[in-house]
Nanobody, 121 residues
Framework: QVQLVESGGGMVQPGGSLRLSCAAS????????MGWYRQAPGKQRELVAI???????NYGDSVQGRFTISRDDAKNAIYLQMNDLKPEDTAVYYC???????????????WGQGTQVTVSS
């Protein structure tokens, strides 16, 4: 069973920066693709950024050029550096990861509990 623990959320003024962290723990054979999603009140959850096991990265259109995702496989962790934050970035940010428990097990997908990011003056 994999657990994802996020940290680093908070409140910041427009134009400010925050860095989110997500670490995977528990029993698993391998962590696969990892990413960040967000959900604002009254809106659907949307992709923020994803990084594959091969290092390929994709960003949501609204964060391209402002957010940077990175991955540390030694720590089974990903990070999201968020710069030039805007009020519309306000949301709960969720970490997501694929994992397998053994070489013959099927892949499972896990969500973290979420961390609140609020951008307001």
């Amino acid at each position: 069973q994999v657990q994802l623990v996020e940290s680093g959320g908070g409140m910041v003024q427009p134009g400010g920066s925050l860095r989110l962290s997500c670490a995977a723990s528990g029993i698993f054979f391998m962590i696969g693709d990892m990413g960040w999603y967000r959900q604002a009140p009254g809106k659907q959850r949307e992709l923020v950024a994803i990084v594959t096991t091969g290092g390929s990265i994709n960003y949501g259109d609204s964060v391209q050029g402002r957010f940077t995702i990175s991955r540390d496989d030694a720590k089974n962790a990903i990070y999201l550096q968020m710069n030039d934050l805007k009020p519309e970035d306000t949301a709960v940010y969720y970490c997501n990861a694929d994992s397998i428990a053994s070489p013959i097990a099927r892949e499972i997908n896990t969500w973290g509990q979420g961390t609140q990011v609020t951008v307001s003056s």
